[in-house]
């Protein structure tokens, strides 16, 4: 027999009612064995509805843990750049200072030799070298012709430089009796 549902807007005991005036007229025997294979029939559906449910409830769990595992790789991947951007900042800011001290040693070495009259050394100082050296820590770049500008500056600087100096003129002697009046 098929399920019936409850109509709407009669309670329950007036439908188990009805139901018991329609099997009222079937023989006792025969309702024992058709309320028997109703019950297992009904057993058999509610065990496949409670494998249904466990199925289900076993995919869920499944992509549950693949969603979490998944957000975990992207965790470890946003991790891992954050890492490397700041060890990128860390690197590039020391790249910084470091040219920096580079730059600001070149200048007052370049100062140094120029008040003292090395003019050569002031020049090599001042020029490529600086340049090339700020370039490495700054921009972290080196590129092949930079050396050889560095190179191609000295020998040019060398090349015009005298070979001989002139000696510079020794300062005049004091003279102690200059002030005195006889």
């Known amino acids: 027999m098929a399920e019936q549902e409850v109509p709407p807007g009669t309670s329950e005991l007036e439908f188990a009612h009805k139901i018991a005036r329609e099997w009222a007229d079937v023989p006792s025997d025969q309702l024992v064995a058709v309320l028997d294979a109703m019950e297992r029939r009904l057993k058999r559906e509610h065990q496949l509805r409670a494998k249904q449910d466990e199925r289900r409830h076993a995919l869920d769990l499944a992509r549950l843990k693949e969603a979490e595992r998944h957000h975990e790789l992207e965790l470890a991947k946003l991790q891992e750049r954050r890492d490397r951007m700041d060890k990128a ?67 040019r600087l060398i090349s015009r430089a005298p070979t001989n100096p002139a000696p510079a003129p020794a300062p005049a002697p004091l003279d102690p009796g200059a002030g005195e009046t006889s």
Not at 129 to 155: C, E, H, P, Q, Y
Request: aromatic share 6%; charged share 10%; with cysteine.
């Open 89 to 155: 900042h860390k690197q590039h800011l020391v790249g910084v200072v470091a040219g920096m001290v580079v730059s600001l040693s070149c200048i007052g070495g370049a100062t140094w030799f120029g008040l003292t009259g090395h003019y050569l050394p002031m020049g090599i100082l001042v020029g490529p070298v600086l340049i090339a050296l700020t370039k490495m820590f700054v921009l972290r770049k080196s590129d092949a012709g930079d050396v050889g500008a560095v190179a191609t500056s000295l020998n």
